[in-house]
């Protein structure tokens, strides 16, 4: 469903001579009477047929303008939960991240008496040739 508004082409805030102005051009342009046969121009007539009926009576549109702002309060509702998912979703990858790096900087090494400072070279070598090692093997049975 179309917002009312944009299939008659005015602004929400268009007076009664503007909606209906706006009304008569387009039913000009797509009435079947015009246009035997398409059944394009039929449908676009009956949803613009169907957007005056609501706008042009002054208590349906307001309705119909209380249906919008809560469409747009549950979108803004809908942008803000995916924003501040996002957000967090960032900042605790962000502080795993940092969380690592000094684990392998302070703790990791250290405490694990396995590799010193001066061997973390060495060991990222071998770690490069076993990589190159396993990217080199043919594939097959």
């Not at 805030?13 to 039913?27: G, M, P, T, V, Y």
Request: net charge positive; with cysteine.
């Amino acid at each position: 469903m179309q917002n009312f508004y944009t299939v008659l082409g005015i602004a929400p805030k268009a007076s009664e001579a503007e909606i209906k102005a706006a009304f008569r051009n387009l039913a000009k342009t797509c009435h079947p009477d015009m246009k035997p046969g398409d059944s394009g121009a039929e449908a676009a007539f009956q949803e613009v047929k169907r957007a005056y009926t609501f706008l042009s009576n002054p208590e349906t549109r307001k309705v119909y303008d209380a249906f919008l702002a809560s469409q747009r309060a549950v979108e803004r509702r809908r942008f803000r939960r995916a924003a501040a998912t996002m957000s967090a979703s960032f900042l605790l990858t962000a502080a795993t991240v940092f969380a690592a790096m000094f684990w392998i900087q302070h703790a990791g090494a250290r405490s694990t008496g396995e590799l010193t400072e001066p061997q973390l070279p060495a060991a990222a070598k071998a770690l490069a040739k076993r990589a190159e090692a396993v990217t080199e093997r043919p594939s097959g049975p």
